[in-house]
């Protein structure tokens, strides 16, 4: 059973610029998050989508945002880069909500902003 | 209240000891506290996970401790190996099945396990 996939792995971008994060979920799941981790401040929730609805939302501006497709795929998108979203994208998947089983996170996209 | 503190940052033990890490939380509607362990490049995977309703849960050489009343939980790794270092976070979510249960993670706890 493949796992959670995220492409790019790895991403440099300049200061302004924009970003797309690709995530597809394990087959079956329907519910995507999407988290930020950095050295600074952890791991850090930014949404969940559900069914192509964004069902939860974190504290973070307005830059970041995310959508999910029918087939549970989901993607983030950062406008207006800073230096500061440099940081390890993770995306995980879960089959509609935490449960016993968890998550399942990717390997996620390493972003740098230069 | 939506903090979880985590500790130590970091953590050496020998080959076979008992490594321990433990969590501390505010919010008394989280239900739901699982552990993940990270290795360098690679997310986070579910290690174990508790719901308030039992004090003590044991999956192989895991152990998660939980007490309700001093809103605390640790884990317990016991006969810890050189494959068990990694970073490791407790996390915390309300709405445990529900549909509002994203996970408020700790800070994370650096394992080196020395042969």
């Known amino acids: 059973k493949a796992g959670v996939t995220q492409t790019p792995r790895y991403l440099i971008k300049t200061r302004g610029q924009q970003v797309t994060l690709s995530c597809s979920p394990i087959?079956?799941?329907?519910?995507v998050s999407w988290y930020q981790q950095t050295p600074g401040q952890g791991l850090q929730f930014l949404f969940e989508?559900?069914?192509?609805?964004?069902?939860n939302k974190g504290n973070f501006p307005g830059r970041f945002s995310g959508r999910q497709f029918s087939n549970s795929r989901s993607e983030m998108n950062v406008s207006t880069l800073e230096l500061g979203d440099s940081a390890l994208y993770l995306c995980?998947?879960?089959?509609?909500?935490?449960?016993?089983?968890?998550?399942?996170f990717g390997s996620g996209t390493r972003l740098t902003v230069v | 209240q939506q903090q979880v503190k985590q500790s130590p940052q970091s953590l050496i033990v020998q080959k076979g000891g008992i490594s321990i890490i433990n969590c501390a939380y505010e919010n008394t509607a989280f239900d739901y506290f699982p552990w993940y362990q990270q290795f360098p490049g690679k997310g986070p995977a579910l290690l174990i996970a508790i719901r308030p309703d039992v004090s003590e849960k044991k999956e192989g050489r895991f152990t998660i401790s939980f007490n309700k009343s001093a809103k605390q939980f640790s884990l317990h790794i016991m006969d810890s190996q050189p494959g068990d270092s990694a970073t490791y976070f407790c996390?915390?979510?309300?709405?445990?099945?529900?549909?509002?249960?994203?996970?408020?993670f700790g800070k994370g706890t650096k394992l080196s396990v020395k042969p």
């Open positions: 087959s079956g799941h329907r519910s």
């Open positions: 989508y559900f069914s192509e609805t964004q069902r």
């Open positions: 995980a998947s879960s089959l509609e909500a935490l449960g016993d089983y968890g998550y399942t």
């Open positions: 996390a915390a979510s309300r709405d445990y099945g529900g549909s509002q249960g994203n996970l408020i």
